[in-house]
């Protein structure tokens, strides 16, 4: 399958494809871009597939990187 640069380049990071399918009404999980979260959150890497992923409880501090 081959994306032009530009759709490739939202496709490649988890973070603006959230933002971008947001923003075009398609129903996302909601974004936790603070030092903790305040509900559960689903984490995993921003850039990568078939890695590990962790459901992280209330106020367990985020890392930046995922």
């Known amino acids: 399958m081959h994306h ?7 496709i490649a990071d988890k973070r603006r494809q959230n933002v ?7 129903l996302m999980p909601a974004l936790i ?3 903790s979260a305040d509900r559960h ?3 995993n890497e921003a850039v990568n597939a078939h890695v590990t992923v962790a459901i992280l409880p209330p106020g367990t501090q985020m890392d930046e990187s995922r």
């Open 4 to 10: 032009k640069t530009d759709s490739a380049l939202i």
């Open 41 to 43: 959150a689903f984490s």
């Open 20 to 26: 971008e399918l947001s923003a075009a009404g398609v």
């Open 33 to 35: 871009t603070g030092v």
